[in-house]
């Protein structure tokens, strides 16, 4: 079978990669239709082996060279002994972490914070970004008829997106600041509208980001950190100048870390998003003394698929917005990696086709 493989830096390959086996008690075999490429896949691309594994994942046994590709839809081929929760046909959205069942984080339906964690597209013998792959019956979550292709492609960053606004506490009334205007920070705006928020102030530097930030006409300001200063700027745009209720920190930077704690208002709520690869220095004794909580946010609840069904089909969470378009296999690194990661570009969702 066709399939994207990530063999080590700036190294995918579009390849032929072996076919699927025989199916286990509660595996699904499916065919990938839509994938995003994620900024994990870019960090990957730029920067890896980070998450893709060099020696077996010690629960999936996943070796490079990975397969990519964690969110996505797909359409279910065969199903192997027990699996009951969709059939031969049935359009789906995959929920891409895996793990033991059974241990403490598996029985807490929290299989991702756990030592024996593999995720699809990832460390997991399968990606999305292939003709065929096996999955788990927990991981397949059949779509409703008006949920498209290419929203079961966006369910994932969306959840993110959701999980870390439900983190910071916002709702209606609310104010929140998100640093980092990627394909995560745009869905973060998204999330703040559908939470009631009525005042969002984004901070990012890439000025085509900004405008397309900006033409959604959602938010309140949209700030140049490297030419203003994001808390100062900030509290002039909230009220007697206290500051925002919330700050989501989605660039994976020690200095928008930073801003987003200096920019929250006495008691409020700082939510750490993006990955650093590094330890920054902040100042407890400034939490402390305004009060100030600092939470991380990894991944979404399992079990958040159908809510954010339910949120785009009513209108409130519109995720295809931040789509650029769809390419074929072939093309994923020059259309796809190389216009995300150029720092000048406006570029946000680019999905892949396995179809085409």
């Given amino acids: 079978m ?15 990669a072996p076919d699927p086996g025989a199916l286990q008690h509660g595996q699904v075999l499916i065919k990938p239709v839509l994938c995003g490429i994620c900024g994990t896949d870019l960090h990957e691309f730029e920067s890896g082996p980070i998450f893709t594994p060099v020696k077996p994942n010690p629960y999936s046994g996943a070796v490079m060279p990975q397969i990519l590709g964690h969110e996505f839809s797909a359409r279910v081929e065969s199903i192997g002994e027990g699996v009951v929760s969709v059939k031969p046909g049935d359009r789906i959205s995959i929920q891409p972490q895996i793990g033991p069942r059974h241990d403490y984080f598996g029985r807490r339906n929290l299989s991702y914070l756990g030592p024996m964690a593999s995720v699809i597209g990832l460390s997991w013998p399968w990606g999305g970004m292939a003709e065929l792959a096996v999955v788990n019956d927990y991981n397949c979550v059949p ?79 949209v700030i140049d950190p490297a030419r203003d200063n994001v808390p100062a700027a900030v509290r002039i745009l909230t009220e007697e100048g206290v500051g925002v209720d ?62 954010i069904f339910a949120m785009i089909r009513s209108g409130l969470y519109p ?25 000048a570009g406006a570029k946000m969702k680019i999905l892949v086709s396995m179809e085409r």
């Fill in 2 to 16: 066709k399939a994207i493989r990530f063999h080590g830096k700036h190294d995918v390959r579009v390849e032929q």
């Fill in 143 to 221: 779509m409703p008829d008006d949920i498209t292709d290419c929203h079961g492609a966006l369910i994932e960053p969306a959840a993110v997106a959701v999980h870390a606004m439900d983190r910071s506490g916002i709702g209606p009334g609310g104010s929140v600041l998100i640093t980092g205007a990627g394909p995560i920070g745009a869905l973060a705006v998204l999330a703040a509208k559908a939470a009631g928020a009525t005042r969002i102030i984004v901070s990012e530097p890439n000025a085509s980001r900004r405008k397309r930030i900006e033409s959604m006409g959602i938010v309140a300001a």
């Fill in 246 to 307: 919330a700050a989501i920190e989605c660039a994976g930077n020690g200095r928008a870390l930073q801003s987003c704690l200096e920019a929250v208002r006495p008691q409020g709520t700082v939510v750490q998003v993006g990955l650093m690869g590094a330890p920054v220095e902040i100042s407890p004794f400034d939490m402390t003394m305004r009060d100030v909580t600092l939470r991380g946010s990894l991944n979404y609840p399992l079990t958040v698929w159908p809510r």
């Fill in 319 to 343: 995720v295809d917005d931040i789509v650029d378009g769809v390419i074929a296999m072939d093309d994923v690194v020059k259309d796809g990696f190389l216009p995300l990661l150029d720092k």
